[in-house]
């Protein structure tokens, strides 16, 4: 009866639809599909095609044949001479723009090509969504056709920028668990792993230099169970009683990054400062205002200690800064920024002197101070800083790229200054949130955001003046963790609303329909499935 009812509005929204339309479900929507009759029919013969010898490629190539071998058992020869027919045609094309592809079905070949092999690695994704769901099988099976219908694909993403962040501080997930959070972000084309890595519950990177900081910041002796209304006592709140750990090796951390970067995602780490700073102080309190001691956190909220803006404690900073740039490649750093208490600042001889020396109006300015200290040791390191909107408190870094999270008016001035802005407002893109009203939904930090608000975002501010929109480079979803104690929520507070957020980052406004998305859902729960990815079902009952 739903199929049904939704087949009705999209007739009477105006969408036309094909009988064979039921095969085309790509999700994000692509700019252009034009579909026409007949099929390609996949057998032994098939051959597959590079017309350029780059490393990058063939690890293009070797994903979709490992993909494709292992549940429909067709192993194909590779070739670098363009056959007659039969085959898949994976061609560089440098007349493209850089982020466009075109994927071209035909009875006799597949071709798909683009400016480099990061564009042929989403057509190859397109491509992936018109086969059989069953190619998601981690084993051979015989009793499906493998055909993809007749079918000509123009497409490139809206933003270049489509971001998820996971929040691991909070609670600790293995290897093998962001290795999967990754192959879903690569078949919804997301390019942007944000790896929220330290806060005040926990510190997950390894730092040579520092071993404290995971010898004691990784772990916390209990957690708090459950949400308690603002101005509970301590001895009304519940704790589990059981030791929280866990980190990230820089071995794990490499194995990661060359895994994400093999289906062209990058990784951001995040280390947060000058706030949510407590397991690190636990660790070194020597650089908080008051000497210490300090407690890994055990309860969630914003906690008064934090970084004290002496010249040891940016030492301490940037030689940490300095072994995360040597792990991690890409050239965004983010260091946080947010919610960041003064209490400290204020009672602190050293702040308040530091403020009157460099002549700060007050601590906001301070802060300011800190995070121009840290942009600018960045910069000279060749990489570029992130921080959430805080950050324009006291007066905004040059060249810092800002994350509007509290809304969108941090973005909107950002971008109105010529800075980057990258959106992911908590009423649209916070995860964490509540994404039905049913008395059954699991505990999740608070709010509302159900898919459709997620699918109907608009990432351009109204009000933002066109001759700035440039500066909005993207969008992210995140997931902050404090009531995600393992992998299995993780699915499913992200799924389907990540398939919502992906459209809302790759797909052109006029060509987004909430009605045709749920249709294409749809045939993505049967994938959802098979990959045994556990998903919200709201939207599909």
């Not at 597959?48 to 293009?60: F, M």
């Not at 109204?462 to 979803?477: D, M, N, R, T, Y």
Request: a neutral charge.
């Amino acid at each position: 009866m739903k199929k049904t009812i939704i087949f009705i509005l999209l007739l009477m929204q105006g969408i036309t639809l094909v009988a064979e339309e039921s095969n085309i479900s790509i999700i994000p929507k692509p700019n252009s599909i034009q579909l026409s009759k007949g099929f390609f029919e996949f057998n032994e013969n098939t051959k597959l095609y590079l017309s350029n010898d780059l490393a990058e490629l063939k690890t293009v190539s070797s994903f979709f044949s490992e993909l494709f071998t292992k549940s429909s058992g067709i192993k194909f020869h590779e070739t670098d001479k363009k056959p007659a027919n039969n085959y898949v045609g994976l061609i560089i094309d440098h007349t493209l723009e850089a982020d466009y592809y075109e994927l071209s079905v035909k009875s006799n070949r597949i071709i798909i090509r683009a400016n480099n092999p990061k564009g042929i690695f989403w057509g190859i994704q397109s491509l992936r969504q018109l086969l059989p769901v069953e190619v998601e099988s981690s084993s051979m099976r015989t009793d499906v056709k493998w055909t993809v219908p007749n079918v000509e694909v123009k497409d490139q993403p809206r933003f270049g920028y489509r971001g998820l962040m996971l929040d691991v501080a909070r609670y600790f997930y293995s290897v093998d668990e962001i290795k999967k959070l990754i192959d879903i972000m690569a078949l919804y084309k997301l390019n942007n792993f944000h790896w929220h890595l330290t806060d005040d519950q926990g510190w997950r990177i390894e730092i040579k230099k520092y071993p404290l900081l995971t010898e004691v910041g990784s772990w916390r002796r209990e957690t708090l169970v459950g949400k308690f209304p603002k101005g509970t006592s301590e001895k009304e709140r519940k704790y589990d009683c059981i030791p929280h750990a866990g980190f990230y090796t820089q071995e794990q951390i490499k194995e990661v990054i060359e895994y994400a970067d093999k289906r062209f995602i990058t990784v951001i780490p995040e280390i947060e400062m000058p706030g949510h700073a407590t397991a690190a102080l636990a660790s070194y309190p020597e650089y908080g205002c008051t000497g210490g001691p300090y407690q890994v956190a055990t309860k969630w909220g914003v906690h008064n200690d934090v970084f004290c803006p002496k010249e040891t404690t940016f030492e301490f900073l940037e030689n940490i800064l300095q072994e995360v740039i040597d792990l991690f490649p890409g050239k965004y750093i983010h260091i946080g920024g947010d919610e960041c208490p003064k209490v400290r600042w204020k009672n602190c001889v050293h702040c308040q002197n530091l403020i009157k020396s460099k002549e700060l109006a007050d601590e906001k300015e301070l802060q300011s101070y800190f995070i121009g200290r840290i942009s600018s040791f960045l910069e000279s390191k060749g990489r570029k800083m992130i921080g959430w909107d805080e950050i324009l408190e006291g007066g905004l870094a040059k060249g810092a790229t800002v994350m509007s999270w509290r809304g969108t008016e941090g973005g909107i001035s950002a971008a109105m200054l010529g800075n980057d802005v990258i959106m992911t407002p908590r009423q649209y893109c916070y995860f964490d949130y509540y994404q039905s009203k049913d008395k059954s939904e699991p505990l999740a930090i608070g709010g509302f955001v159900p898919v459709d608000k997620v699918y109907n975002y608009n990432p351009i501010p109204k009000e933002l003046p066109v001759k700035f929109s440039k500066h909005i480079i993207g969008v992210q979803a995140n997931l902050w963790t404090e009531f995600i104690a393992d992998f299995d929520k993780v699915q499913y507070m992200l799924l389907p609303r990540l398939l919502a957020m992906a459209e809302v980052q790759w797909t052109c406004e006029e060509n987004k329909n909430y009605t045709d998305f749920l249709l294409r859902a749809e045939q993505h729960k049967k994938r959802l499935d098979i990959l045994e990815l556990n998903y919200a079902r709201h939207i599909f009952e």
